[in-house]
């Protein structure tokens, strides 16, 4: 069983920045693709951007140029540093991990799932 615990999220001012962290256990991390989901209140979750094993990265338009995915798979951890935020921004945050070789943007194709963390950007 793999656990994944997010953790860096917080309160910020638009056009601050937050970088979130999300740790794995086990020793297969290097083994996974590693996505960020979002979900604001009353809207679905949404794919948000995700990095491969090979470190290849996919981002959801809204948030190009302004996120970047990473992982470490020495420290098994994965990160999304979000930079020049926006109040569309604010949603709770999840961290996924799936086996890879499936869409990276659907998250029914994810097997492992964070808690979440809370993202506030305020005007």
């Known amino acids: 069983q793999v656990q994944l615990v997010e953790s860096g999220g917080g309160l910020v001012q638009a056009g601050g920045s937050l970088r979130l962290s999300c740790a794995a256990s086990?020793?297969?991390?290097?083994?996974?693709?590693m996505g960020w989901f979002r979900q604001a209140p009353g809207k679905e979750r949404e794919f948000v951007a995700a990095?491969?094993?090979?470190?290849?990265?996919y981002y959801v338009d809204s948030v190009k140029g302004r996120f970047t995915i990473s992982r470490d798979n020495a420290k098994n951890t994965a990160y999304l540093q979000m930079n020049s935020l926006k109040p569309e921004d604010t949603a709770v945050y999840y961290c996924?991990?799936?086996?890879?070789?499936?869409?990276?943007?659907?998250?029914?194709?994810?097997?492992?799932w964070g808690q979440g963390t809370q993202v506030t950007v305020s005007i």
């Open positions: 086990g020793r297969t991390f290097s083994s996974f693709t």
């Open positions: 996924a991990a799936q086996w890879a070789g499936k869409n990276y943007y659907s998250s029914p194709n994810y097997d492992y």
């Open positions: 990095v491969t094993r090979i470190g290849n990265t």
